[in-house]
């Protein structure tokens, strides 16, 4: 099996001559940048429902009854027969394995948002199968196979190529689809209580599910090895910073030299910038970051090699403490924030950040991390089989673009509050970090100490205070 993403793609733009006129629309960065890393899986749900090429074209109305796919001069009704086509071919699809799919922006068929547009001719009705019905006020739908594709797989990463131009919503995106191809599907066998009078009262069903996958990644300092981390594949070079930055190898963005996968092929953080950089290696393979320090000596590499024992991090619990609350205390200011929160954003918190976890939805066995406003808008977000990789990537990333410290922002996470959570914010001036679930003893002795508010079992609308609550508005 190929450990490269399947992407489904509107095979117009990759240079097949199937749009209405007989022309394509290629997409050189689609074609050029991302082709050789992927596996696409091209559709043209007009040629494939047997419209053809030439063909007249079609627009999207809506009526008073629905949303109507009709020809521009004939004014033809083709809902129907694309529909049944577009909801037959989800259904392949969803037995396809893909990883993400790329849409055409503005088309009636893969349009993910589709204006829809007066008629022209006749402004006020329409010829469907159902008779001339009047068309309502233009407002945006989903063109018919989008629609069919997005309502089959509603957890699939999906973009069109418009939206790609935009570098924050392509590394988004990216991220999302090495991330899903990186999880697994596996044999399990589900068992369940059935009706009592069956003699053993449980069912046994032979399925299929998917589960988080769990790599190791090796972090080198100017190649040499300093530590293996268990994590989840995406935004690795995030995850680097924010671990060296945690563990005080860097301070700041300046004192990164270089930060790149040791293989060849490239991977999502350099494909979403554009690069033909190098990535990590395949599915099953021990991945490699390599580090280098803006102007690290030798020597001063040496003495950081020998101050720290060669580690390695579990997802559960990261390094579990390698800088200590005295270490801190020399090395890391007080977090002195004075703005407020009100009671209500925080309780919310939860609930957005669950909203964001898509991979999540797909295995079930991840945490999140999310980087939030006083006003309670989610900035970032980062999934991980680790909590603290989580919030270890939102801190590289924020590091990466000079933008620490985050101190007009809030930490959630989800699962527990461990006292290397508190550690990272800490570091990063975070003022407020919330969790659903219980601190530890030692977070708690740590979020007092430099003065983080710290919040567990933030379940629906009650949350418990542990520390400098202060910053929660009555």
């Not at 007009?46 to 419209?51: K, L, P």
Request: net charge negative; proline share 5%.
């Amino acid at each position: 099996m190929s450990d490269r993403p399947r992407i489904g793609v509107s095979a117009c733009l990759l240079g097949e001559p199937v749009r209405y006129n007989g022309e394509h629309k290629r997409d050189a960065w689609l074609v050029d940048v991302l082709g050789p890393q992927v596996e696409w899986v091209p559709v043209c749900p007009e040629v494939e429902a047997g419209f053809g090429t030439p063909r007249e074209p079609m627009t999207l109305v809506r009526t008073n009854e629905r949303v109507a796919l009709v020809t521009n001069d004939t004014r033809r009704d083709l809902t129907g027969t694309l529909r049944d086509y577009a909801e037959g071919r989800a259904r392949e699809l969803e037995s396809a394995a893909l990883d993400g799919y790329v849409l055409k922006a503005d088309s009636p068929s893969c349009g993910p948002e589709v204006w829809l547009k007066p008629d022209t001719t006749d402004p006020c009705r329409v010829s469907t199968d159902a008779g001339s019905v009047r068309l309502q006020p233009d407002a945006p739908a989903r063109g018919v196979f989008a629609d069919a594709l997005m309502t089959r797989l509603p957890h699939l990463p999906v973009i069109d190529e418009r939206q790609l131009a935009d570098p924050e919503a392509r590394r988004a995106f990216l991220e999302r689809v090495f991330a899903r191809c990186r999880s697994r599907s596996v044999d399990v066998l589900r068992v369940g209580r059935v009706d009592r009078d069956v003699a053993s009262g449980f069912s046994r069903t032979r399925t299929t599910d998917r589960v988080a996958s769990e790599e190791p990644l090796e972090i080198r300092l100017h190649g040499r090895p300093f530590a293996v981390l268990m994590r989840t594949p995406a935004a690795d070079r995030e995850l680097a910073a924010g671990f060296l930055f945690s563990e005080r190898v860097i301070r700041s963005a300046d004192d990164l030299g270089t930060i790149e996968h040791c293989t060849d092929r490239a991977g999502p953080a350099d494909l979403s910038a554009g690069a033909s950089a190098k990535a990590e290696a395949g599915r099953h393979g021990v991945n490699t970051i390599n580090v280098t320090l803006a102007n690290g000596s030798a020597e001063s590499v040496e003495r950081l090699l020998a101050d720290r024992r060669q580690v390695t991090g579990n997802s559960a619990c990261g390094l579990c403490g390698r800088v200590t609350i005295d270490s801190l205390k020399t090395d890391a200011d007080q977090v002195r924030a004075a703005w407020t929160v009100s009671a209500a954003v925080l309780a919310a918190l939860p609930d957005r950040l669950r909203a964001r976890q898509a991979v999540f939805d797909e295995t079930g066995g991840l945490h999140a991390a999310g980087l939030f406003t006083p006003d309670g808008d989610l900035v970032d977000v980062a999934e991980d089989v680790g909590r603290h990789n989580a919030v270890d990537k939102i801190v590289g990333r924020a590091l990466m673009r000079d933008a620490l410290p985050l101190s007009n922002h809030l930490l959630c996470v989800s699962g527990r509050t461990s006292y290397e959570i508190v550690q990272k914010a800490v570091l990063a001036g975070i003022p407020i970090v919330a969790a659903v679930s219980a601190p530890s003893s030692l977070a708690i002795d740590l979020a007092r100490e430099f003065g983080v508010t710290l919040v567990g079992f933030a379940r629906g609308d009650s949350f418990n205070i542990y520390a400098h609550d202060h910053r929660i508005e009555r």
